[in-house]
Each structure stands twice: as structure tokens, then as C-alpha cells.
């Protein structure tokens, strides 16, 4: 490939809060490297169709705490066909952009492992999506800052769950995996949570909610992960749990896309500055076809093949908290 | 009746934030003016089971920052029955309580007057509810912290709606009024707005989008209310559009049981402080069967008649502020 | 003057949350109104120095929720002088602006009345400060903002308060008046509040502080306006008690800047929306030299003569609530 | 000492947001582990005089999303002398305490290390400050919560700084370690951060200073903590460049006691859960004089001797973000 003088970065896939500081950190770093940088805008499709402009140091001021990304998000079915991904190269080429950051989730690094394989194309990947579910980093932008937007949620229902002794249903991102709900949980002290992850959910749930009309308790919030598979989501555990404790005043609340937006919270933008800047500093010592990330407070270099090919778990202390948390 | 001496306090209906700064106004105003004063617990329900407790100026450190209520509220099947009333009152009169005020909506009211009459026994209510939609107050307690909530939420969701250029439909409450949705759609920036009280929507949504689509726009947001008929909510809407309008890519919130929670505003919680204390001294007066409300920054009594029997209507130039800011 | 073609906006003084959401409603009620539009930087500086840049709808998109004020402020030592508003005027003149939005304070409204008069060229002023001190319109763009600020500040600070027994001083924002501490002061649940428009403060303090004492109270909290006299601030309102009452652990907290920025509430956007549409809308009608106001929830036309005469006086019953509300 | 069968739970120091949540993982372990358990109140003072309560499931209910701390803090003096502990050891003797869980910082620390040791008394501490200067554990409760508050404020202030053109000095807490500005800081884009750890912060600063006002910067956030020795604080740093950049207009916020309250996060709330019930479970098993601790995402056990010898160091990368990230 030769030395790197001029990167381009996109953002692909769901948008997460922190996407933004995480484009302002590769800009930047690409300056202080003395590289030029342009911004492809609305990921993939922004490659075929030559979205493609020039950025500065100024391009990327005041949007550290901004939700969404400036780059915009979009799919792309024609990046899915050689001729699509053969357009891109040829954009790329035009604008002699001759490595890649892009900023997303498995999706976004599926495409990119592709492409870069195809047109022996340097690309770097930074996880971004408020899911969680990229194995090789122990957090991905946008994570801390949806935790702490259902978190709030979770505590405004309360309020009104207590004021009429309700039992709850709330249902939260995570496509199939159960970060989301699990941590939220906890941190929200639901009584119990239902994720992708665990089959026995209804029994540990049957269980508590004995005890709990038992004990006359007051309210109840039960975190369901909309990849939860047994129930098939809040509105279903809520309509079983109806049936079989008539006594319970059960409600649902789907949390939706309040999830994605935000103001990031500070541990996302610190995370996505450090990324950002180590996105680039893999570029200019050669790497390719991998993703940074986190492990353990260091960054570390995790091929696509790898980052792609095995599923993070859950960490199994967090799921026998909850047991504990909610006697 | 003779000399106030000893007033009772509950919350009934939907919770709303500031109602604890209510009650809190209640008690310490009461203790003011030397009288005492009881919580009952779980409204209509709590005065019937006999749910009554001695309160002071400690039991209410502490909670005018706090959603929900502390005295909980609860539905009362029984309290609409003559024998359910009776039991109340000798509950009342068991406790020495000479005098009530009762915090919610028109519910609330409605159970109060017909208590009122029945047993002679003054009641004043402070209007509590999100829904901002009771006559003769220009502002309900917990109104202006759910504005606050539902437009909190609406730029979270606009950051991902303008990150994919997306349409989204997002559902707010007001049972069959518009005032929630109206005030949050002006300030949230919604490109539209339907509510129960205009019949037109469409035409005139359909007249945006039209517009929209010729101008390439980014994303946009409509806010519907719960109550709104012609569609028939966010889901019904989002599918109409989706049809006609197959360019665009909707998405469907709906914000649910956060926009009743919450940390109450500063606005409500001075509401709330005025009002509360305000309703003890319309009894200390003599007064009974009115609600004290808001009217142009002053204190008002108005009989539950009045209040009950006209419907509070929308501002017509905030109608029209709509359709010239989403230009 | 003949009929107005092409208006101007521009914000001076000390910004205000709201603001950016009051320029995007003059720009699209010009608009909308078939208006031309200019954007004016860094306010009366600015027209001294030619910042002047055309404005679309575009312009505006996606600044609603922002603070600060994307036309800037500045102040204008020039434009005190009669060479500098000559400049300024001969600049409106260049590029046919025939009328002038100004979005601010009183500093703003004396040098619009003293151009509007020189030049016979039609201003109208829109109220954008925190303090709230502007005679003819019962609230300011900002102020509620900032009140929300305080509070959830206060809240914070009692936390900590009510953790280690402490009596905290915390200073607010206002200039020479106490509308922020007041109503904030109520909100919060503060013990005391001392605004400059009471002399008696410190008697009131007194009487606080050894009840205070003698029930042995967890925590207590006197709002501190930065105008207030006796005292001369926070910090020497502390150290006077300090002395007095050796048994009290004071602490002080100045909370600064953070009380002008932040996201606007939804109350000051849709106040900032109301009054930017009526500005322009009052341009059309021939008006000048006027504030636009909002009074009892109707928009007024104040002359800018009788807006800068008069001192807007506090709400007596607000002054009251405080003595009840701590008993 | 034989098999733990009650143990005792407190609170010492400057509070921390997480705090409660705490002390809920304490009391909720205890019960599912069959330990009694129960709460002294405000720390080492109220174990000398027995301000010591049965706690229950119950009496954490509804306490994990609030700051500060139900158990209170305090310091004592008496504590610091053998007899002060003495009569504590006696206190919790009559009340059959045979372990204890002490929640709070590094002087917290101390002086269970010494009661333990003269008493031969298991006690196991939980690291709770904002401060994050405990070695031996990658975070604090309530670290992240305080860089959220910090951040947001500064995000507050940068909507007024950019409104301006201004220079802001900010001045955060954090004692004498910089960890608080420095992850602040980067969060927050801050253009430069004063910690204690460096020496060299002037140079660097007046360097990013004169590249700004070549590049006619519009506004600048200079993060100070309060432990940084060069300047000696926010004031005197902005008086010095004030004098030698005559060109800034600057300003100085404290940001002052609002670090320490508010709601925690989410990742506090977890940590604080993680580490309440690890320190029951230590005491079970039968471990003494060590803080339970988080390194890499896994529960550790720290010696006191260890935890109070060594000094937590900055994280390097981090430093060098600052520089790259202020291009």
C-alpha cells in the first residue's frame, strides 16, 4: 500500500450517541498526523454515490456533545453487490483517499472486511451502537449513554408505578443480546429482567411475583430485551403475567428510539475520542481490516474475522446480582 | 360546619410530577395556620379502608423534588357507590377531619362534589394532571414537567430521525385533548401536529409532506396526540402515510408512562407550592366545592360545577405558530 | 418609511437560553411572510463592522434546543457613539434592511430606542434575559430555563447538604433583581431566600436559623441573589453566620455560568417561538420602537420608552410562600 | 471471631452519588445471605454514639437513584483517639455487630484499617468518592456520576463561552489528583486541563493560547483542578493569563458542590451493586481490613495497607489525548 496520506471516515448502520465524538477524534488526529481527511456522508451509499467532501479541524467543532452523527447514517443494498462495492473503490480512488475509518457495528465491519479484502482497501474499525454486541472490546460509543437513557426512563416509571402499585413491562433495545436489559436493570433495580440469553426466565419471574403479592409490594418493574425470546417481548410477558396473576396491574411501555439519541454521556465521548485517534494511529502504522476497541482500560486490535466470527456473553455475575438486588 | 380545625390531604387519579410539592404546600400550610392535618393514602380507596395517618411538618422533608406521590393514589370503584361514600365520610368524622383537599383531575372533582353535596363536607381540589386539561386553570400541576419530558424525548429521537432521514410519528399523551401535544409539538420543533381538536390534519400533513419530499428534507417529526380521531393514533397514521407516501421511511414512538414521571420542573413545583397552599386557606375562608387554579399569574377559585362542565380550549394562535415555523 | 422588504435579526447582551430558538421564528415568520432576511453577528458590533449574512429556513433548522445564540453576542463600546450608529445605519442601508429584529435586554432596548429615534429606522425588541427584569412582559426568554438550572443545581447540593448536616449559601444569578432567587428559592425548597428588593432579610435569616437550630434541622439551604445588598453576597452572608452561629457548618456555592446555557425549556422555546413570529408580524404592521411582551399569556406591544422606565416589582404572595413553606 | 452473623453497614467522608446504592447491595447480600444487618448513622460519629438501626429490606426500597446518603456522613474527631474507638467496639458489641462495612474514601479508610487492627475487628471497605484517587480499583463509586455533572455544566457553559468569544476557567474537584479534570476534560473538549500531576501545564497552555488567538479562535474551556499547584486554582490561572493575553476575555466557574449530588449513573449504580454485595460476601468469607475493588471489569480484594500506600497515577494516554484533540 505504500504510507498513508489521506483517510476518509463514514458512519454505517443505527446511529449511536458519541458517533460524533468519535468523527471528531479520527478528523483531528488525521490533522495532527498531518494526513488529509474527507467525510463520506450516509455510510456505504454516500461511497457509491460520491458524498464525499473535505474536513478541517473547524468541521468538527461544538459537536463533541451532539447526539446523531453530522455524517449521517443510511443502508445500502448496492454495497452488498461487486459492482456496488467496485463503484465505491473508484470513488475513493477519485478522491485519493487511500485508507478507511468506519464507525458502526457488525453490519457496518461485514461490509468493510468485504470490501477491503476485495480492493486490498486499509480499513479500520470503531464500534459504535448502543447494543453492546461486538465481541473484542469490553464497551462499544453509545452503550454508557443508552444505559443511562433507560435508566432515567426506568426511574419516571417508577414514580408513577409506586404512586398505583403497578407492575411494569418495559421493553429495551438490543436486537438478540441482552447488554441493555441486564445493566439497565440492575442499575434501575428492576425486580427482574428477561433477556435473549437465559430460557429461564418465566420461572425466576413466576417466583418472584408469588413472593411479591405475598409481601403486598408496592410496584414492580420487570426490564424485558426486545431480542427476549420465550415471552416474545414486554407486550406478551405482560399479557401472560395478566392471565396467570389476575392480581397484578400490569402496563407496557416500549422504550424505543429515545434509546439511539442523547447528548453522550461522558465515559461514551471519552471512549470514542480514544478510538478514534487509535483508529488512525493503526492506519499510519499499516494495519488493516480491524477493529479497535477496549479491553480492560487499553486499546487493542481485533481482526474483523475474529470481532465478527464469536458472540460476547454476558457476564454472569451481573445475571445472579439480580436475584440478590431484588429480595 | 363551624371553624376548620383538622384537614385531611390525598392525590387520586394519574400521578403527576409536583404533586408532592403539593402536598408538601397542603401540610406545611395547615401546620401554618395551626391546624392539623392527615395524609390518606391510596385517594377515594384510602378514605373508605380507613387509610389515614397523622402528618407534619418532617413527614414532608424532602419530597418537593420527587415525582409520583407519597400519599399513592388508586382507582375506587367503591367511592361511586352512596355506601362506599358513607363509609368515607364516617372515616372522616372517626379521625375528627372537618375539611379536605383533594389533588388530581376532573375524576378527582367529580368524586368531590357529589361527596361535597352529599355530606355536607367541605372539599377543595388543586388541579393535578399532565394533561393540562382542566377549565378554568390556565395550567394543571405536572403539565409543564411532562412538556419538558416529551421534548426531552423528541430531540433524542430527532438526532436519529435527521441521522437516517426518517419520518417519525411519535405519540404523546392528553387523553382527548390537545394541549400536551400542541405545546410540546411548538417547542419540540414538530414539522406537524394532530390533535383531537382540528379535524384537518391531514390535508394539512399530507401538504408538508408534499412539500417535504420536493425539498429533499432532512427528517422530520409529528407529534400525534393519543386522543387524536381521525387516524387514530401514531401506528394508524404511520401506515396511512406509508402508503401514500412510499418515499418515505416512518418509524412510530410512543413515549408512554416517562411523560407522568419525573423530577417536576421548577414552573410546577411553584404551581404546585401556590395552589397547595392556597386551597388551605380557601378553607380556612369557609370556601368549599371549589378548585383553586391559575389564572393570568393569580390565584382563583372556581366551583367543581364550572370546572367540570366546560372543556378548556386549545390557544388558536398556537395552532397557527405551527404551520409557520415548519416552513 | 413605506412597507418593510428585508428585515434583520441580531442578539446582544448577555446570551439567554431560548435565543437561537427566537431567531429561527423571525427568520421563518419573515419568510413565511415573503420577507428577505439577514442574520446580523455579534449584535450592535457587528452592524458597526458589517457581519450581515443572508438567512433561509435552512439557517435555523436544528437550533431549536440549542443554547447560546448562533448570531453571537458582543458588546459595542462604538455603537454608544453617534459616528459608530451612523456606520451601523449606513450598513442596514447597503444591504436594504428597513427594519430590525433585537433580541435581548434592557442594554439592548436603550441602544435600539436611541438608533430607532436617530435614524427614524423601525426596531423591535424581543426580551431574551435570565433575570426576568424587563418591565411589560411577565416573563423572558430564558428565564425559565435558568430557573430549572438553579433548581436541579439546588437539588444536587442539598444531596450533599442533607448527607453531612450543612447549611449551604448558594449564590444566584439576577443582576439587581431577585426574580431568579425567588422562585427558584421556592422550587428548590430553600430555607431562606435573600433577593435585593428586601431590606429585612437578615432578621428573617436570625429567626430561621435558631429555630433551625433548636430542632436540630438536617440541612438547610438560603438562595442568595448576586444583587442582594445587606449581605453583599453569598460568601459574606456565610461568614456573617459563620460568627453568629458557630453551631451551623456553612458551606458556599457560587453557581456562575452554568445559569445562562443549556438546552431551553419547552416553555422559553415556545415563548421564544411566539414572540419571534409576533416581532416580525409587528414589523409588518408598521410598528417600531416597541418590545414585543407576553402578559397573561396574550403577546402586548410595550414601547421601548415604558419597558426601560419601569422596574417590573416582585410577586408579593411569592415572598410570602417562603415563611410558610419552611415552617 | 467465628462465623459473621450481623454486620453493620456506614457511610464516612465527603458523600458520593452511588453511595446509596451501596448501601442497598450491602443490606439486600446481607438478607439472602441470613446475616442481620444493620445501619450506623453518620459514620464513625455515630458508632461512638450508637446511632445504630435494624435494617431491612424495606429500608432501601426506592433508594438507589438517589444521591447522597441515607446513612448521612460525618466526621469525628473522637474517632481519631483510642477511646473514641474504644466505645464504638463497645457499642457494637451490645449490639452483637460482628463485621463491618464501611463505604467512603481513603480517610475512611485509615481509620478502619486502625479499629480493625486494635479490635481484631472484620471490616471490608467499599471505595465511594468522586475523587477517584484510591489505588487499587479502576473506578470510585461515584466518579462517573460526578464526570457527568461536570461535563454537562461545561457543555452549559460552552453555549455562553461561544455566545461571547470567551476564555473560561473552570475549576473542578478531585482534591489533590487530577483524574476528575482530565477524563472531564476530553469529555467535555476542553482546549487545555490543569492537573497536579503535571508540572508543565503553563507552557502548554500559553502555546495552545497564542495558536488560538493566530487562529482567531471563538471560545476556549480550560478545566483546572482544584489540587493543581502551579497557578493555585481557577482564579489565579485566569489572572495570570489575563495579564500576559490581554487579548482574552476570560472568566473563572467553580464549579463547586454540585459534583457531589445528583442521581448516579448507571455505571455507578452497577459498580456501587457489584461491590456492596462482593463486600458481604468477603465478610463471609471470613476476609478482613481489605476494600473490595474493581480491576478490569473483575471484583478484587485490596489490602488497606495497600490501597492507602500507593498513589493511582493518570492513565498517560490520556494526557496525550488532550494535545491531539485541541488541534
Not at 45 to 60: A, K, Q, W
Not at 134 to 143: A, K, Q
Not at 289 to 296: E, P, T
Amino acid at each position: 500500500m505504500g504510507q498513508v496520506k489521506k483517510i476518509g471516515v463514514l458512519t454505517s448502520g443505527g446511529d449511536a450517541p458519541g458517533m460524533n465524538a468519535a468523527i471528531r477524534a479520527v478528523v483531528r488526529a488525521a490533522i495532527y498526523h498531518k494526513l488529509k481527511v474527507v467525510g463520506v456522508k450516509q455510510g456505504y451509499h454516500g461511497l457509491i454515490h460520491d458524498y464525499i467532501e473535505p474536513m478541517t479541524s473547524r468541521s468538527v467543532s461544538n459537536i463533541i456533545h451532539q447526539g446523531g452523527t453530522i455524517l449521517k447514517s443510511a443502508r445500502s443494498q448496492s454495497f452488498r453487490t461487486p459492482e456496488g462495492r467496485k463503484k465505491a473503490f473508484e470513488n475513493l480512488q477519485k478522491h485519493n483517499v487511500d485508507a478507511l475509518v468506519v464507525i458502526g457495528g457488525d453490519g457496518t465491519f461485514t461490509g468493510a472486511r468485504l470490501f477491503g479484502q476485495e480492493h486490498n482497501f486499509p480499513i479500520v474499525g470503531v464500534p459504535g451502537t448502543i447494543d453492546n454486541d461486538l465481541y473484542g472490546t469490553d464497551y462499544t460509543i453509545g452503550y454508557d449513554t443508552a444505559l443511562n437513557t433507560v435508566v432515567e426512563a426506568v426511574d419516571k416509571i417508577r414514580d408513577t408505578a409506586s404512586a398505583h402499585s403497578r407492575l411494569f413491562f418495559i421493553e429495551v433495545m438490543g436486537r438478540d443480546a441482552g447488554f441493555l436489559a441486564l445493566r439497565s436493570g440492575i442499575a434501575s433495580g428492576a425486580e427482574a429482567i428477561m433477556v435473549p440469553e437465559i430460557d429461564t426466565d418465566f420461572k425466576q419471574l413466576n417466583k418472584f411475583l408469588e413472593k411479591g403479592m405475598r409481601k403486598d409490594k408496592n410496584s414492580s418493574i420487570v426490564l424485558v430485551a426486545e431480542g427476549e425470546k420465550i415471552s416474545g417481548g414486554a407486550i406478551q410477558a405482560a399479557e401472560r403475567v395478566s392471565k396467570e396473576y389476575p392480581g397484578y396491574d400490569t402496563r407496557v411501555t416500549i422504550l424505543g428510539h429515545i434509546q439511539r439519541g442523547g447528548t453522550p454521556s461522558a465515559f461514551d465521548r471519552v471512549t470514542a475520542s480514544r478510538l478514534g485517534v487509535s483508529a488512525v494511529e493503526a492506519l499510519i502504522d499499516d494495519q488493516k481490516s480491524i477493529m479497535v476497541g477496549l479491553v480492560n482500560k487499553e486499546v487493542v486490535h481485533v481482526p474483523f474475522n475474529q470481532a465478527l466470527k464469536h458472540k460476547k456473553k454476558l457476564n454472569p455475575t451481573l445475571l445472579e446480582l439480580t436475584e440478590i438486588l431484588s429480595i
